[in-house]
């Protein structure tokens, strides 16, 4: 009867320890899927693919003052935005344009929960220039936006 009960503690540690490295690796963005770690750089890769589905974004294209005082400003997407070829010419024009970040838009951090099942795990911030021409002058605006990724390197929608 002893040696039975010392088999089941046994093996309830042995449980216990298998369902910790499992939590353990979960929350260090472990991707099970792949079995590995996703480096950094891919998901930062997986961000700029994100931005650049749709590329331009709506950025502020005119700033006046009204006869009444009141400032206006006009929104939109460029019209002639200077072409970007992919993510490595993207990383060219905006070198140090990504930063893993815990929070994002208006304080938006990932919960403990998705976190663990890997839903969303990391948000990257990128800060770029938006460039295009305007009546044939080069302008660049810088932009900002955050994308939410999971440990595996997808981009989540949210």
């Known amino acids: 009867m002893l040696k039975k009960t010392a088999l089941l503690i046994g093996g309830l540690g042995l449980v ?12 260090q963005g472990y991707c099970f899927e792949q079995r590995r770690f ?3 750089r891919e998901i930062e890769r997986a961000a700029i693919e994100s931005v650049l589905a749709s590329y331009p974004p709506s950025v502020e294209l005119a700033r006046w003052r009204q006869k009444d005082g009141n400032l206006s400003v006009t929104y939109g997407r460029p019209s002639h935005p200077v072409t970007i070829a992919g993510v490595d010419h993207f990383l060219t024009l905006n070198p140090d344009a990504c930063q893993m970040v ?27 220039l938006v460039r295009f021409y305007e009546n044939g002058t080069l302008r660049a605006v810088p932009h ?15």
Request: net charge positive.
């Open 16 to 27: 216990r320890a298998s369902v910790l490295a499992v939590v353990v690796l979960a929350w």
């Open 38 to 40: 996703v480096p950094a």
């Open 102 to 128: 815990a929070r994002g838009w208006e304080g938006h951090a990932p919960s403990p929960l998705t976190r663990l099942l890997g839903y969303e795990t990391y948000i990257v911030r990128l800060r770029y």
């Open 144 to 158: 900002e936006r955050f994308v939410s990724v999971d440990r595996c390197g997808r981009v989540v929608s949210l």
